[in-house]
């Protein structure tokens, strides 16, 4: 299993994995950049992005195969997510989420009240049209132990 950044010939296929598990996948192609998967023999069995907003990050839907699901490989593109966020100035990642959100409580996040969310993340596609207003809205502070070292 490995890991990398995501091209745009991976699309195909990371809108197929996304539309499977019912999460949006209509303006991937915006973010593309910053999205990683994770792949064994060539096949992508995992995925998630990141929607840079300032210094806030929008989580993108991390979704794994069902056949490879907890093998904490959600978790390792969490990590992944958070390294590439903090290493781009990103102090607070935010994602929405209707039927994760323990599982992103064990990751750290916590909900917040949708009217006190960042205006930039308000503005996104996800929390305007993409994802049901019944979303809860969650959000976590990054640590500074990965932001690079200034020369």
């Known amino acids: 299993m490995n890991h990398r950044e995501a091209t745009y010939t991976d699309l195909r296929a990371i809108k197929e994995l ?25 096949k992508i069995i995992g995925v998630g992005g990141l929607e ?9 839907s991390i979704v794994v195969v ?8 959600a978790k ?27 599982y992103f409580i064990k990751l750290g996040f916590i909900i917040k009240d949708r009217a006190e969310t960042p205006i930039s993340i308000m503005e996104t596609k ?12 969650m959000f976590r502070e990054i640590s500074y132990k990965n932001r690079p070292k200034k020369l």
Do not use: W
Request: proline share 4%; charged share 30%; aromatic share 4%.
């Open 126 to 137: 996800q929390f305007k049209a993409l994802c049901p207003s019944s979303a809860k809205v």
């Open 76 to 102: 390792k593109i969490d990590k992944l997510i958070e390294e590439k966020a903090s290493s781009l100035g990103i102090n607070t990642l935010y994602l929405l989420t209707e039927s994760a959100i323990e």
């Open 18 to 42: 996304l539309s499977s598990s019912n999460l949006p996948s209509e303006d991937c192609e915006e973010h593309i950049e910053n999205f990683i998967v994770i792949e064994e023999k060539g």
């Open 66 to 73: 069902p056949e490879k699901r907890g093998k904490g490989i």
């Open 52 to 60: 840079i907003r300032g210094v806030f990050g929008l989580v993108r």
